[in-house]
């Protein structure tokens, strides 16, 4: 992995809402990570961990209120001109939650899809624009014919291919998925996470996967970061984190998915995380550490040798 | 098991639409038992909600109607029954938990009034006790500080926390069926987790049956005794959750199964079912997982298949469990589930 290129580089992000008021939110309280060419990032948490908020601050949708998100080694929240931004939101993409919400109900798919090529100027004529638009409805595993019909007359999954194809249209190298498979069944989910993959190979794109179901996070990410009250608490490879989970919030984590095994199921034990439980003294520095190699653990000195002296490489 | 206590029998529900007649239920039969929790999975619009929906009646009246078929409850069919006799029904004997939690609560009413009107209407507590019982039924469900918590209105409070309310409202007079659709899928994980302790809890102490709507197979594994799978508008396999997670007939309940990721293994792709649900406007004339199916024969294409025995709790509809049908391998997960079964380790 190290010898990989960094795509993208956050480091002490920090987004906070209602600043200087009495309900100020550190919705995202100083996090860094890198994302790695080509491959996919999962972030998991439960609702409130700021995710999402991380999701959105990276492609500036937000603000950030503190540290900075370097692309490429550029810095996407310093000032910039119009066009330099145009530039950066060519290539970073972003697939949201609800396919209900997030597509027009006006427009037709054709124009909903269209909509960034022709704000990015990629095409030269109608028929180019119009080939276009069909080659993606196939590529995201749609018909040709569906490029005139309102989003309404298409199911949740079909909505959520129609998503994809719109990030895909401005060939982005990072695509930013938000819960993209939340709102969806179970036997969908599957369509949706094979294409993301598929798409993935193809495309050499590069992901970050928000989401709280860890079952799907594990299958799809490469490395996933764990979150808790808007900081990372832990970051590893996702066979690594299955294996050795060390931060005692991600144990809880993992000890919550339902698996479909009543056995399994009858003996379960579920682990409920307390932030209480570190007992940190007062002067200790609590900060991400490197437990084992590329698994980080945001913990104190003493618990860094604890942690160190349970890890079992497998 | 113990004295059923809802009896489906041969349930057709169609719905009128501009562009014809849905057959969204086409002849569902299943009982329930008391103290159970059933639980019925499958696909959207497989017709879980329209069953469960129907057994309050709450379905819309100006498109839908209930073709034939018979509900029975405490030896009446509900399917006869006046809106009169329903609303006495309704949140006292058989009560809902819905999805989505947001939206189930009125926002211009404190969750103190919600939980106290059930109480005040079937239970003829009056407002003082009401308002004791309230604050015990709260305690009950785990929500801490009740006699702040009852005067807040729904938005002072988080996803999990309103959907412990809900579950206070529909449980308030200690119904005797409580049918709950998908009351986990909008929450995350670890306050799922709590959620289905908490009714499982709950159950235990009110001695309610539940039935149980999902898609989630993990949450199905945790709460259920029963499953019946649905698709189609028909159930196509029913049977102990042993015997549905590691003795699977269907070929559907196969796909549903392969489709979920594992967490130890390393799987290349996810298995996907092929194709989509059957149109319900026009519903095929045999099998309606054939075209999806790699083990359909002739005669799924055909006939639509009965419901054949593999235990006395356990009933298929697919022709391959015939006498006659050719022998199938299904697919290799499926196969390590149930040598594990017939050596017993469950």
């Given at each position: 992995m190290a010898e990989k290129e960094k795509l993208l580089e956050v480091k002490n992000l920090k987004q906070y809402f209602n600043?200087?008021?009495?309900?100020?939110?550190?919705?995202?309280?100083?996090i860094s990570f890198d994302i790695y060419k080509g491959e996919t990032f999962g972030l998991v948490g439960e609702s409130g961990c700021g995710k999402s908020t991380t999701g959105r601050t990276i492609i500036r949708l937000y603000n950030a209120t503190g540290g900075s998100v370097l692309y490429r080694g550029q810095d996407v929240h310093e000032k910039k001109t119009k066009s330099e931004l145009k530039d950066l939101h060519q290539k970073m993409q972003m697939i949201y939650q609800d396919p209900y919400a997030s597509l027009n109900p006006r427009m037709k798919v054709n124009d909903i899809i269209a909509e960034g090529i022709d704000i990015h100027e990629l095409v030269k004529s109608k028929k180019e624009r119009k080939d276009k638009v069909q080659e993606l409805l196939e590529t995201v595993?749609?018909?040709?014919?569906?490029?005139?019909?309102?989003?309404?007359?298409?199911?949740g999954g079909q909505r959520q291919r129609i998503g994809i194809a719109r990030a895909l249209a401005v060939n982005p190298e990072f695509i930013i998925a938000d819960e993209p498979i939340s709102a969806l069944d179970v036997s969908i989910q599957a369509q949706v996470v094979n294409l993301l993959k598929k798409l993935q190979r193809e495309k050499d794109l590069t992901y970050l996967f928000i989401a709280h179901d860890l079952s799907m996070v594990k299958y799809i990410s490469d490395r996933i970061g764990v979150m808790y009250q808007g900081k990372l608490v832990e970051v590893a490879t996702s066979d690594d984190l299955y294996l050795n989970p060390m931060h005692p919030y991600t144990q809880s984590l993992l000890s919550a998915i339902p698996l479909p095994d009543p056995s399994y199921e009858r003996t379960r034990r579920r682990i409920s995380y307390d932030?209480?439980?570190?007992g940190y003294e007062e002067g200790e520095e609590v900060y991400m550490r490197e437990v084992a190699p590329n698994h980080y653990v945001n913990c104190s000195e003493k618990e860094y040798k604890q942690y160190q002296s349970n890890y079992n490489p497998k | 098991m113990g004295k059923k206590i809802l009896e489906v029998n041969d349930l057709h529900i169609s719905f009128h639409t501009f562009a014809g007649e849905v057959q969204a239920i086409r002849g569902v039969d299943f009982d329930l038992y008391e103290g159970e929790t059933l639980a019925i999975v499958g696909e959207s619009g497989s017709g879980k909600s329209v069953t469960t929906k129907s057994i309050m009646k709450l379905l819309p009246k100006h498109n839908s109607e209930i073709k034939s078929g018979k509900i029975i409850f405490q030896d009446k069919d509900i399917v006869q029954a006046t809106e009169k006799q329903m609303q006495k029904i309704r949140g006292k004997d058989i009560s809902m938990i819905f999805q989505d939690p947001m939206t189930s609560l009125n926002p211009t009413m404190t969750i103190g009034k919600q939980i106290m009107e059930p109480l005040i209407k079937h239970g003829n507590f009056k407002k003082s006790e009401a308002r004791k019982q309230t604050l015990k039924l709260l305690d009950l469900v785990g929500i801490p500080k009740p006699k702040i918590r009852?005067?807040?209105?729904?938005?002072?409070?988080s996803g999990g926390m309103r959907q412990r309310v809900v579950i206070a409202i529909a449980l308030a007079c200690a119904p005797k069926i409580l049918i709950a659709d998908e009351?986990?899928?909008?929450?995350?994980v670890t306050i799922q987790g709590q959620i289905l302790e908490l009714m499982k809890d709950l159950q235990q102490q009110i001695e309610t049956s539940i039935i149980f709507i999902t898609h989630d197979l993990g949450v199905v594994a945790n709460v259920a005794d029963r499953v019946a799978v649905m698709y189609g508008g028909k159930i196509v396999e029913v049977g102990t959750v042993d015997e549905i997670f590691y003795n699977p007939q269907h070929p559907y309940t196969w796909g549903l199964i392969s489709s979920m990721p594992s967490l130890d293994g390393m799987d290349d792709e996810l298995y996907v079912i092929p194709g989509s649900p059957p149109d319900l406007l026009k519903p095929p004339k045999g099998d309606a997982f054939a075209p999806r199916n790699?083990?359909?024969?002739q005669i799924d294409l055909e006939k639509e298949p009965p419901m054949f025995k593999v235990s006395d709790t356990h009933y298929a509809a697919t022709w391959l469990l015939h006498p006659n049908a050719p022998k199938v391998e299904p697919p290799q997960n499926i196969q390590d589930r149930m040598q594990k079964f017939s050596k017993g380790a469950y």
């Open positions: 600043i200087g008021k009495s309900n100020e939110v550190k919705a995202v309280n100083d595993g749609l018909n040709r014919d569906h490029a005139n019909r309102y989003p309404h007359e298409f199911s932030p209480t439980s570190h | 009852i005067k807040q209105y729904p938005h002072q409070f009351p986990t899928t909008a929450l995350d790699r083990y359909a024969m």
